[in-house]
T-cell receptor, first 116, second 113 residues
């Protein structure tokens, strides 16, 4: 049963600390998305990658957030320094992108981040 | 850019009744509309989708309708059951191959036994 995995599932940290969230996409998927979910904003797209190349990170605060895919099996989202307003649930999703078609995005279970 | 509005934000129905969730979108180029269900503590999961060349699609107790002229689409759940209780998100996309989705703000559905 292939699924997206995310670690850690919960993270509590203090303001100013660095936070790294990890995602393992489903094997064979070529597209990875990072979303942030808050009660106020709903699901916001932060960044997405296709074939490990960043295609769009316009939704991400550039001064403190960074997203990378060191290899096809790992995507990371870093926040440095973290702030209380970053508290949210962060989801990773993966999918198989084909030109001129739409395909399902498979979401991981999320990382619940609390910044004190 | 695309904007997707979703209503209502919360919905309570009696078990066995129907539930309807509505979304409107702003970009007339949008041509793909998925619906995701998010259960407590889990990530969203696709339950049904519709493409712009189709007006209605049905899968057992769930159905989606699309009105391209009015730029709105709806999710219909019939014979609701307690396990239908969840948050439902609509989304719209206009870039095939990238499938960058714009999500609605979600509807929390409670099915009362």
């Amino acid at each position: 049963d292939a699924r997206v995995t995310q670690t850690p599932r919960d993270k509590v940290t203090e303001m100013g600390q660095e936070v790294t969230m990890r995602c393992q996409p489903i094997l064979g998927h070529n597209t990875v998305f990072w979303y942030r979910q808050t009660m106020k904003q709903g699901l916001e797209l932060l960044a997405y990658f296709r074939n490990r190349a960043p295609l769009d990170d316009s939704g991400m605060p550039k001064d403190r957030f960074s997203a990378e895919m060191p290899d096809a099996t790992l995507a990371t989202l870093k926040i440095q320094p973290s702030e209380p307003r970053d508290s949210a649930v962060y989801f990773c999703a993966s999918g198989l992108s084909r030109a001129s078609s739409y395909n399902e995005q498979f979401f991981g279970p999320g990382t619940r981040l609390t910044v004190l | 850019g695309e904007n997707v509005e979703q209503h209502p934000s919360t919905l309570s129905v009696q078990e066995g009744d129907s539930a309807v969730i509505k979304c409107t979108y702003s970009d007339s180029a949008s041509n793909y509309f998925p619906w995701y269900k998010q259960e407590l503590g889990k990530g969203p999961q696709l339950i049904i989708d519709i493409r712009s060349n189709v007006g209605e699609k049905k899968d057992q107790r769930i159905a989606v309708t699309l009105n391209k002229t009015a730029k709105h689409f709806s999710l219909h759940i019939t014979e609701t059951q307690p396990e239908d209780s969840a948050v439902y998100f609509c989304a719209a996309a206009s870039e095939p191959g990238t499938y960058k989705y714009i999500f609605g703000t979600g509807t929390r559905l409670k099915v009362l036994a």
